[in-house]
């Protein structure tokens, strides 16, 4: 089955191909054929590898399909490299991939044909780019995927491209991850140049040898590329606005692609992180004020978008604390349950604004479980997992992270579980919201109201089952011994560093069971404060004021990025075109093209067939050119 690697990532891509160039011809059932049929087709070609991996006595190795770049003695070929890791993520992107294709499927109904099938080649080609990042073998290929998700993520968020706006965010998330990437591009060219190579096989083993200056070096430029990719602060501000693009991009950004690829990769270069202390701590520190600051700003928005947005990108800062602690396992492991719960949660509000026809505004909502049933269920379970309820997947995987934070350094636990604090307070304002009180939207909402069609409510179904139940993959030691097969599953990917790490600080399991009740407690009584709260809700024309309006206003950090970066490159670009260029360059140009234009003007009157003219120049050269005999020989 092994053989079978190639089609993985190659479905899609002929997708892609089919659906892009057939646009204009295939019907709307064809397209959605196509575009499903492919992702569904290597989601089962994943699970059967996956079993392969599983198998006792499996060893990881590289599949060349041809030789790429040869230059001296560096060759970089295109392979892909299947390992627990890889396959782990294989699952993810095209499982979830599958179920957003086929929600995609009535969500979309009413786009027309050409643009219906674009919208389906773009998700195919954002599946194959995801595919490529986490199969490739080394940075090159992996760099390859890395960029193609950003294309992508630029043609899906400006999908509806006659919109300003959307066109504006489709341009911010690019370039903003064209910072980071610059970050991932120059730690490729280090690795060249220091180990002449950049095959996960060879920079990894020999990366023991390099001095602490250099792992340092490549790993904070990684941590950049990673920065970008995966919305961390400094760079996290086009995640928010990535909501413009269709309710399903939304979902396939946030939870099986691209922001996930910073993860991936710093996971991918454990052994790397792993030798530069420095790098992990600020991976650490990064991550967790990520987490608290985006939680804050999530506390206040009304957006049903926004606020799983700001969410994100908490719960990635969760999973960069969790990197940055050495808890490689328990950050894929919150990857992959915030994958379920965050897919089901957009796909979820997806199906909210399909039925308020196209209303975004929780404060317009409310009432909604009568309504919507099914999704109302769904949305709450995702609600409970991502707030860390037990059993639902993100307690699991959330309370892995922070009991290592916790050995680490007791105040990224302290504030972690305020992060998680706020994660409960934020989400059950927004179930309570929309689904909880009476309606306060328009008669005519109200009257349309009713649940999705089938094909958005059984992803939904799906998707909360995998959110209620994942994280029995994940149980922790002290319910039972061994239970925690993810940890098993990826030891392989994982066990370098942790010799390397050494044994670490261990919680007595009273203490552990302590903390982790108690937290429970506190996230259980900040639900009931968030429900009780907003499910009394009325609608009121007062504007936030004070620390509310700043949180609204998202800490006014992109009022400061465009006063700070935007209007003063804008106001350079003006200076260098209109100064420089136009009246600079183009000026002197321009001039010389001008005097010359003029002096022949000039010396074509010398030309005027006159005899008399002639004479009396003939007569002025030769006095000029007695007196300058005169002068030469004096």
């Given at each position: ?22 646009r ?114 080394n940075?090159?290929v992996?760099?390859m995927?890395?960029?193609g ?9 400006g ?5 300003g ?58 941590f ?8 961390q ?128 505004d929780?404060?317009?909502m ?18 409970l ?24 350094s007791?105040?990224y ?57 994942s ?164």
């Open positions: 089955m092994m053989k079978l690697i190639y089609w993985v990532p190659l479905l899609p891509l002929l997708g892609f191909l089919v659906n892009g160039m057939g204009r011809k295939l019907s709307k059932s064809a397209v959605s054929l196509i575009g499903c049929g492919t992702v569904l087709v290597s989601f089962l070609i994943s699970i059967l590898i996956f079993l392969e991996v599983k198998a006792p006595g499996f060893q990881a190795h590289p599949f060349e399909l041809f030789p790429f770049i040869r230059a001296g003695n560096l060759n970089i070929s295109f392979s892909f490299l299947v390992d627990q890791l890889s396959v782990l993520f294989l699952l993810i992107i095209t499982g979830v991939g599958t179920l957003i294709h086929i929600y995609s499927t009535a969500y979309m109904k009413e786009e027309e044909g050409p643009h219906y099938a674009r919208y389906f080649a773009y998700l195919n080609l954002f599946v194959f780019s995801m595919l490529l990042l986490v199969l490739g073998s940075y090159v992996m760099f995927g890395w960029e998700v950003g294309l992508c993520s630029y043609l899906l968020i999908y509806w491209f006659k919109n706006e959307y066109n504006d965010a489709a341009k911010k998330a690019f370039i903003m991850n064209r910072i980071g990437d610059l970050g991932f591009l120059l730690a490729i060219f280090w690795m060249i140049g220091q180990y002449g190579s950049v095959n996960f096989s060879d920079v990894f083993s020999r990366a023991p040898e390099t001095s602490l200056t250099v792992v340092t070096g490549i790993t904070l430029l990684l950049i590329g990673a920065t970008g990719k995966s919305a602060i400094p760079l996290y501000t086009w995640l928010p606005d990535a909501m413009a693009g269709p309710t399903p991009v939304s979902a396939l950004i946030h939870a099986a692609t691209m922001v996930t690829a910073g993860i991936y990769m710093i996971a991918r270069s454990n052994i790397l992180f792993t030798l530069a202390p420095l790098s992990q701590h600020v991976v650490a520190v990064v991550g967790l004020v990520t987490a608290l600051f985006a939680a804050t700003i999530a506390l206040k928005q009304n957006d049903i978008k926004k606020v799983l947005a700001y969410s994100t990108v908490s719960q990635l800062g969760y999973m960069f604390l969790g990197l940055g602690v050495g808890a490689y396992t328990g950050a894929v492991f919150h990857v992959m349950t915030h994958a379920f719960f965050k897919a089901l949660l957009f796909l979820g509000a997806g199906s909210v604004i399909h039925a308020m026809h196209h209303e975004q929780i404060r317009n409310g009432g909604l479980r009568r309504y919507l049933p099914v999704t109302h269920l769904t949305f709450l379970i995702g609600c997992a991502i707030a860390g309820i037990p059993p639902f997947s993100g307690f699991f995987s959330k309370d892995e992270i922070l009991a290592a934070a916790l050995v680490k007791p105040l636990y302290v504030f972690g579980v305020i992060g998680a604090l706020m994660t409960a307070f934020y989400m059950f304002r927004l179930y309570a919201l929309t689904f909880r009180g009476k309606f306060r939207g328009t008669h005519d909402q109200e009257h349309h109201l009713k649940e999705s069609p089938s094909a958005m409510t059984v992803p939904l179904i799906v998707l909360a089952i995998l959110a209620a139940v994280g029995f993959l994940g149980v922790p030691e002290i319910f039972a011994p061994d239970a925690h097969w993810l940890h098993h599953f990826l030891s392989p990917i994982f066990e370098d560093s942790m010799q390397i790490a050494g044994p670490s600080m261990e919680m007595g399991h009273g203490t552990e069971l302590a903390l982790m009740f108690g937290v429970v407690a506190a996230i259980a009584l900040v639900i009931v404060w968030a429900w009780r709260t907003y499910s009394r809700y009325e609608k009121s024309d007062a504007a936030e004021t004070g620390l509310g309006k700043v949180l609204q206003d998202k800490w006014y950090v992109d009022e400061i990025y465009d006063a700070v970066v935007s209007r003063p490159l804008k106001s350079l670009s003006i200076f260098l075109d209109d100064v420089v260029e136009r009246s600079g360059i183009d000026g002197i140009v321009n001039g010389v093209g001008r005097v010359v234009q003029y002096g022949s003007r000039q010396f074509r009157l010398l030309q005027s067939g006159q005899v008399g003219s002639y004479i009396l120049i003939m007569v002025i050269a030769t006095v000029l050119f007695f007196i300058l005999q005169l002068f030469w020989k004096f």
